[in-house]
């Protein structure tokens, strides 16, 4: 791979729009992106949502690229991002307070075949925080309840159901959000807990996960101010590299929560974020900005290989664990025809209500 290639396959872009702009198409052409997410804005209906991702990977195969994470944000309940025409799927905290094991399994193997029948192969699910703060309005029914167990137990199952409809499941907010009062997508949270508490309760969770063989990490822009009260985990070596790396023995991809996000970007510099990131063991540098913020990204990790704040040792042993990943779920930029929105409406009916 070229170091352009290389350096292109450690970003996802979100973008703006229902069809494929000419920036997008220059995102994957010559910066040749690791991979997009979709949000509600990108998606009007079923159609559209088929020959969109289609698109993408047409342009992206007849570029000879790497094949593209199509990535989307679908937990179920309020965190929906399928065509209005589909049904919802139940909140993670509806799933928790059944305390079926094998519902929530089939939940999770449901919605990753939903979701890859409109071309995805990436879900930023389950949430694996616990919901032990009820002021904690950003995470509230997202999350599975209130204790480890019980997330422990359900998350995992919906995680193993994505996987096993081969869907990658990246879990989320690694080291925890839910005892946050502030919300990152505005603001920069901080958690003063010890790290007998983490290990007792947030971390839990991912530590499972890990045990589980998960295959991607969301790591969170939280301060744990008695681990390292001047970088959120994002940025944080002690965080991503010594803890979730060394301790968790976790040797999967790491990917950030959205880099634009209020809790960095009323905080940091842009330019700072990114290469600390990388530098404290992210693999995947997450945007939803825009196109313009994903080219100034690139540049900015480009510039930081010249100039030596980033080395590319450091950014090639992302790119082996990112190949990994995509050659683990054998994935390939082949198009989907158009489906019926009844006929899935039917299936999850038949088998989730």
Do not use: W
């Amino acid at each position: 791979m070229t170091l352009d290639e290389k350096v292109g396959q450690l970003v996802i872009s979100g973008f703006q729009g229902e069809t494929v702009s000419e920036e997008l198409k220059e995102l994957i052409e010559k910066y040749h992106i690791g991979g997009i997410i979709l949000f509600r804005s990108n998606i009007k209906d079923s159609n559209q949502l088929v020959e969109f991702t289609n698109s993408i990977k047409e342009i992206n195969s007849i570029n000879g690229g790497v094949p593209i994470f199509v990535s989307v944000d679908q937990e179920g309940g309020r965190v929906s991002r399928l065509p209005k025409e589909i049904d919802k799927f139940p909140s993670a905290a509806n799933i928790g307070k059944l305390d079926d094991e094998k519902l929530s399994y089939k939940i999770g193997n449901l919605l990753g075949e939903t979701i890859k029948s409109f071309g995805f192969n990436l879900d930023f699910a389950p949430v694996l925080d616990i919901a032990s703060n009820p002021e904690n309005k950003v995470i509230g029914d997202r999350a599975f309840g209130d204790n480890p167990d019980i997330v422990c137990r359900m998350g995992l199952q919906f995680m193993n159901g994505l996987k096993d409809s081969n869907v990658i499941s990246v879990v989320k907010h690694f080291p925890g959000h839910g005892d946050t009062k502030a919300d990152s997508h505005y603001e920069l949270p901080y958690l003063n807990h010890d790290r007998k508490r983490l290990d007792t309760i947030e971390f839990v969770p991912f530590k499972k996960a890990v045990e589980y063989g998960v295959d991607g990490i969301m790591v969170s822009h939280i301060v744990l101010k008695n681990i390292d009260d001047k970088n959120p985990a994002t940025m944080s070596k002690t965080v991503a590299t010594d803890i979730l790396r060394k301790e968790f023995n976790y040797n999967g991809v790491i990917f950030t929560d959205d880099i634009n996000m209020g809790a960095i970007a009323k905080n940091y510099l842009l330019r700072d974020a990114v290469i600390k990131s990388i530098n404290a063991g992210v693999d995947v540098i997450v945007s939803s900005k825009g196109c313009e913020e994903t080219r100034l990204i690139i540049e900015i990790i480009k510039e930081a290989l010249k100039e030596g704040s980033i080395s590319e040792e450091r950014i090639d042993e992302s790119i082996e664990r990112i190949l990994k990943l995509k050659n683990k779920y054998e994935l390939q930029d082949k198009t989907l025809t158009k489906i019926n929105p009844d006929n899935i409406n039917k299936i999850i009916n038949e088998k989730i209500k």
